[in-house]
């Protein structure tokens, strides 16, 4: 048996929230005021779709888009009108300078041979097509090493070509007060100065949040765009963006000394209701919000009341403890997975990891569906 094609609605829904897309979108942009606000939508604009996302934010007023990959790039340039400006944060793939061209996309130097291609590009058109310069100054990622910064500037001039943007990335925006923020901050001015009049970008969504210095005239927020939290130290001033439910199918009576799941790691203490759920890790549900005798697990949300889940996490299902509700809940009913009360950052850390890997590891099996709440802007 394969997938179904269409998704029928039997399985889980997400629901992405475009109203709060636009507003999480318009209040960073009030924030870091003075410098052109991008949006980044790689990885299916983090889980929500790529071309809804990117429309919501286009409508909102962002005209700068940031994909990871030339494949996105164009999903973007589809969804949208002409005068988006789209940015590929992994570069220039070899080879590829055509397609780039084609589809409009300015592609992140972040080595010699990328810019080499481009300017090779470049003088085979006569034309200066736009791209940015990355430079690394101190994450080792992507990005021209600083003492390159000469010979880059010397290809560049040695053709008359002006780039885009400089740019770099920040490793430690997350914890404001790391010291390397401000060493990365004074690297990336010391490339400023070899390219003056050359717009520069710098933030994410964390170093746009907690330092004005750092925005220069493109900040490049994503996780807060979809409501994940930027700043772990921090309250989070964004709107929540993506609810995500799935079907009761069944519940178990499961009595004292009996255990759920695989590996009967969990040993109920009572004579126990356990609700099983239509969700597991193919769905973006990690193994590691399980629960044991031993450790306690994630809580998903039926009927407003936040129960803990039972067990392993299945592929395709999870138990989870309603001994406790006043009412059983009905098959078909849907238990609330992620949303206002258990948040995508509550997963991330239950689960060990962080608010960007719970969001783009959303895929699979939901049927998706766009609302536009209105309400106040946040942040
Ligand atoms: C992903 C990414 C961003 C956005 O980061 P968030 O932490 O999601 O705001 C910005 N710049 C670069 C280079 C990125 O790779």
């Not at 400006?85 to 992994?90: A, E, P, S, T």
């Not at 239950?350 to 959303?362: C, F, K, N, Q």
């Amino acid at each position: 048996m394969s997938a179904p094609a269409v998704a029928t609605g039997y399985g889980g829904r997400l629901t992405v929230d475009l109203g709060a897309l636009k507003r999480n979108w318009q209040a960073l942009d009030k924030v870091s005021r003075g410098a052109l606000t991008g949006a980044v939508v790689k990885a299916d604009a983090y889980g929500t779709g790529i071309a809804q996302s990117s429309k919501a934010f286009y409508e909102a007023g962002a005209r700068f888009f940031f994909a990871a990959t030339p494949d996105e790039g164009i999903a973007v340039r589809a969804a949208l009108p002409d005068d988006s400006h789209i940015f590929i944060l992994n570069g220039l793939y070899p080879g590829s300078a055509p397609l780039y061209v084609g589809e409009r996309l300015m592609p992140c130097l972040a080595s010699i041979p990328m810019l080499e291609e481009w300017l090779k590009a470049c003088l085979a058109r006569s034309q200066a097509l736009p791209a940015a310069l990355h430079f690394d100054t101190g994450i080792n990622r992507l990005g021209f090493r600083l003492n390159e910064a000469a010979t880059v500037k010397r290809m560049i001039e040695q053709v008359g070509y002006a780039p885009q943007m400089i740019m770099s990335h920040l490793a430690c925006a997350d914890v404001p007060q790391h010291e390397k923020n401000r060493t990365q901050l004074a690297l990336f001015a010391s490339v400023m100065s070899q390219f003056p009049n050359v717009p520069a970008s710098l933030s994410n969504s964390a170093g746009l949040m907690t330092n004005r210095d750092n925005h220069f005239q493109m900040v490049r927020p994503g996780i807060a765009l979809y409501g994940g939290r930027a700043v772990p130290s921090r309250r989070n001033p964004m709107a929540p963006v993506v609810t995500l439910e799935a079907p009761i199918l069944m519940v178990k009576e499961v009595k004292t000394g009996e255990a759920v799941g695989y590996g009967a790691l969990q040993t109920m203490h009572r004579d126990s209701r356990i609700a099983i759920v239509g969700i597991g890790y193919a769905d973006g549900f990690f193994r590691s919000l399980s629960s044991a005798d031993n450790h306690r697990g994630t809580s998903v949300v039926i009927g407003g009341v936040p129960c803990p889940v039972v067990g392993r996490v299945s592929m395709d299902m999870i138990g989870v403890d309603v001994t406790d509700l006043p009412q059983l809940p009905a098959p078909g009913a849907m238990a609330e997975i992620i949303g206002r009360t258990v948040t995508v950052d509550d997963h991330a850390d239950v689960a060990g990891t962080i608010g960007y890997e719970v969001l783009t590891s959303l895929k699979g099996r939901y049927v998706r569906q766009y609302v536009e709440s209105v309400g106040p802007a946040t942040a």
